[in-house]
């Protein structure tokens, strides 16, 4: 079996995040793939979408928002995040156990 080295783990992080190149998947995938998004400061999700996702327009995610297929809650660290309708229901019957 290959060892996994510091740089190939890092990489593979980077990857993860969507942060070594801009893709073209939808919102609603980028967001469950992150596992939200920090959304303390208004702004921030659509900068981090921005700069993860090709020919991303934030009238995407306002509207995305506004039809409640997103949400912002508190769903980790008591920390505002941007998450997807269906991940939100799964932190909140984690946090209930």
């Keep these: 079996?290959?060892?996994?080295?510091?740089?190939?783990?890092?990489?593979?992080?980077?990857?993860?995040q969507l942060?070594?190149?801009?893709?073209?998947?939808?919102?609603?995938q980028a967001i469950e793939r992150l596992?939200?998004?920090?959304a303390q400061y208004s702004p921030s999700p659509y900068l981090s979408l921005w700069s993860?996702?090709?020919d991303f327009h934030r009238d995407e995610l306002t509207q995305q928002v506004e039809q409640?297929?997103?949400?912002?809650a508190t769903v980790m660290r008591s920390t505002l995040h941007l998450v997807t309708a269906r991940d939100y229901l799964l932190f909140s019957v984690i946090d209930e156990c």
């Design 1 to 16: 079996m290959e060892r996994l080295t510091l740089r190939a783990l890092n990489r593979a992080t980077l990857a993860r």
């Design 35 to 38: 596992a939200g998004l920090n």
């Design 52 to 54: 993860r996702l090709q």
């Design 68 to 72: 409640c297929a997103v949400a912002r």
């Design 19 to 28: 942060l070594p190149a801009r893709t073209s998947v939808p919102v609603i």
